[in-house]
């Protein structure tokens, strides 16, 4: 499925290694400071909060809820063209940071602000794999 | 902010004055194509009309402030300016047009510079600029998520659910400001929208429809700003800078989950706190539509009204000519150009100036500037000491 593959990928580099790594294992992660105990998203050097550099790759729980939510229905990707009108979220997980995803078994019509989810694993191609969400029911 | 802070921001005001501002034409350059524009024509043009419009000569000029316009030197050696105290290129965001307006007041108040030049080129339409694409984020691209707009539209979703405001509500301030557009003859939409069009337009991103998206066009903007001992000088009666602020809502997300609040009370306290004076005293404002959201936010944050009010406060034309609270009288980013705010600096003087015609605000004596946005920017001013 990978030849046919062709929006945007992420490029894994020294510092989110672990992030996509622990995806592909079925696993979110996120950095978790040994020091304050703030958890952070994107990945980053340090700690936002105390700049302790003292961190671990902490495993979530997966589940969150949605903060907030739109419907694209301007094309800015050709390889999102077929897929007008999609929806993107953004996931506030419980242990605190917001995430970019896309809902999944679940009609953009049904789509509502603190909608409780829990991620899916997506595996686009061979290499990677994105963490998507869907409803709790 | 501690009390000697304060005292030093009260030193400062109206100690700058604006003594000129230029543009060039937008409605026309909206419908027409010339393979000479291009950003530094633009700003070759408004830098030229300002000037114009102020009567100084270039070699007064000893400061220059760019943005969207990437060189400095191709610029400065252009408009053939030599020996400048002061050069800068900011990025292109709509965010760094107050910013450059603060940076040039500060260098002038110091003693850093006499007279700075702040000058703007966008050639968006020309080059169809869609804000919006693969920006290589591998946190946000993979899901498709993109452009100012959608993240605008994902706050105003939520604030939605937030204050339990029905779809639509955007619609009255969209054509307020097609009201205003329509009595400016250099706006780039002349024809009246009415709120069944609004709501007919087509998504971009959903919640937001075309017609809560500002224009993509070309133009460019100056002004010039001076001590207000020399400010004196010129042709045209000085506007002073009464009060500025800037407070910033930094973040990896554009989108903030308290609707830019915090930065624009911060900025709130310090121009009104500084001017001594309140939104009830401000006869006209000119509020950053990037989107339309993004003045609901402002007006909140700033105590125009209370919280979750914004969709009632705009209801009943109150921000259209005529209105009790008139709001982006030039027609604004959405009506009349989308010129990242500089514009709208344009319109903040010229209103107080009383040279608007037939969009002109009675009596104005206090004209404010805001921009809600990662670094947000609020101005106050006045043609004398209040």
């Known amino acids: ?137 | 902010m501690d009390a000697r802070d304060r005292a030093k921001l009260k030193a400062l005001s109206n100690k700058v004055a604006v003594i000129g501002v230029g543009n060039t034409p937008f409605g026309p350059y909206y419908r027409t194509r010339d393979p000479l524009r291009n950003v530094y024509s633009l700003g070759f043009t408004a830098f030229k009309n300002a000037l114009e419009d102020c009567g100084a000569r270039k070699d007064d000029i000893d400061g220059v402030i760019l943005s969207r316009i990437p060189s400095y030197s191709k610029f400065c050696g252009m408009v053939g300016l030599r020996n400048l105290r002061l050069t800068n290129v900011l990025e292109p965001g709509g965010r760094m047009s107050g910013a450059a307006f603060q940076w040039a007041m500060e260098a002038i108040a110091c003693g850093m510079a006499s007279m700075v030049a702040c000058v703007y080129g966008n050639i968006g339409r020309s080059v169809r600029d869609t804000y919006g694409g693969d920006w290589g984020d591998p946190y946000n691209d993979p899901f498709g998520w993109t452009s100012p707009g959608a993240f605008i539209g994902s706050m105003w979703q939520r604030y939605m659910y937030e204050n339990n405001v029905p779809d639509g509500a955007l619609g009255h301030q969209a054509v307020s400001q097609r009201k205003w557009a329509q009595m400016n003859p250099n706006a780039v939409m002349q024809d009246p929208l009415t709120l069944e069009e609004y709501l007919k337009a087509r998504y971009v991103v959903k919640p937001l429809r075309l017609y809560d998206y500002c224009l993509v066009n070309d133009g460019g903007v100056c002004f010039i700003l001076t001590s207000a001992e020399r400010a004196k000088d010129f042709k045209k009666p000085p506007v002073y800078c009464v009060a500025s602020s800037q407070a910033a809502s930094h973040g990896y997300y554009y989108q903030q989950t308290d609707f830019l609040e915090d930065a624009c009370r911060i900025n709130a306290d310090q121009v009104y706190g500084t001017a001594g004076v309140g939104p009830k005293d401000i006869d006209v404002v000119q509020i950053y539509d990037n989107f339309l959201p993004t003045i609901f936010f402002s007006l909140e944050g700033y105590g125009f009204c209370g919280k979750g009010e914004a969709p009632e406060f705009v209801k009943g034309d109150r921000t259209a000519p005529g209105g009790a609270m008139p709001i982006n009288t030039s027609g604004g980013h959405c009506s009349e150009s989308y010129m990242q705010g500089w514009a709208l600096h344009c319109e903040a003087v010229r209103q107080v100036r009383g040279e608007c015609g037939p969009r002109q605000v009675p009596n104005v004596k206090l004209s404010q500037y805001i921009c809600s946005a990662p670094i947000g920017t609020s101005h106050i001013f006045s043609g004398g000491k209040i």
């Open chain 1, 1 to 137: 499925m990978s030849a046919e593959y062709t929006k945007p990928l992420p490029r894994p580099q020294a510092m989110d290694m672990p992030y996509w790594e622990g995806l592909k294992k079925r696993e979110l992660r996120m950095q978790k400071c040994r020091d304050c105990g703030k958890v952070w998203f994107p990945p980053a050097f340090g700690c936002p909060q105390c700049l302790s550099t003292n961190y671990e790759w902490a495993k979530l729980s997966g589940k969150g809820k949605v903060w907030s939510w739109s419907v694209f229905y301007q094309v800015y990707y050709q390889s999102f063209a077929k897929d007008i009108p999609y929806n993107v979220i953004q996931v506030q997980v419980d242990e605190g940071p917001i995430m970019i995803s896309n809902m999944v078994e679940c009609k953009n019509e049904d789509l509502k602000c603190d909608m409780r989810v829990e991620i899916v694993f997506d595996d686009v191609t061979p290499e990677v794999t994105l963490p998507k969400f869907r409803p709790i029911r």
